[in-house]
Nanobody
Framework: VQLQAYGGGLVQAGGSLRLSCAAS????????MAWFRQAPGQAREFVAS????????GYADPVKGRFTISRDNAKNTVYLQMNSLKPEDTAVYYC?????????????????WGQGTLVTVSS
C-alpha cells in the first residue's frame, strides 16, 4: 500500500481544513487508517483512527469535538476534517495504514505511512 497525503496549508486560527489521504493497492477497505502529526521539535502523536472492521473511531483528547476522520472505500481515501483550528495544531500530518487489525493510537502498529502534509495555523 502506498499513501499520499495532501490538503495541508496555511490557515488562520478558528478556520478549517480537510486533509485527504489517497491509497494505492488492493484491499484498502481492510486497513485500519489513522492520522498522526508531528510538530517541530516534538514526537509524533496520534490524532485519529478509523477501524476497517466496524468503522469504530478514535480521537486524541486535544482534537475531540473539532476533528472528524472518515473514509470512502470506493475512492480508497481517508479524510480528516479539521475545524476550529488552533495554533497548537500546527504540525506535519501523516496518514497511516494498519492491516493487522491492531491499529488504535500506537504508531508501531501501522505498517504503511504517507509522506506528510504541513498544516500551519496562524494566530
Amino acid at each position: 500500500v502506498q499513501l499520499q497525503a495532501y490538503g495541508g496549508g496555511l490557515v488562520q486560527a478558528g478556520g478549517s481544513l480537510r486533509l485527504s489521504c489517497a491509497a494505492s493497492g488492493r484491499l484498502f477497505s481492510r486497513y485500519t487508517m489513522a492520522w498522526f502529526r508531528q510538530a517541530p521539535g516534538q514526537a509524533r502523536e496520534f490524532v485519529a483512527s478509523i477501524r476497517w472492521s466496524d468503522g469504530g473511531l478514535g480521537y486524541a483528547d486535544p482534537v475531540k469535538g473539532r476533528f472528524t476522520i472518515s473514509r470512502d472505500n470506493a475512492k480508497n481515501t481517508v479524510y480528516l476534517q479539521m475545524n476550529s483550528l488552533k495554533p497548537e495544531d500546527t504540525a506535519v500530518y501523516y496518514c497511516a495504514a494498519d492491516r493487522s487489525g491492531r491499529g488504535g493510537s500506537y504508531s508501531g502498529f501501522y505498517e504503511y505511512w504517507g509522506q506528510g502534509t504541513l498544516v500551519t495555523v496562524s494566530s
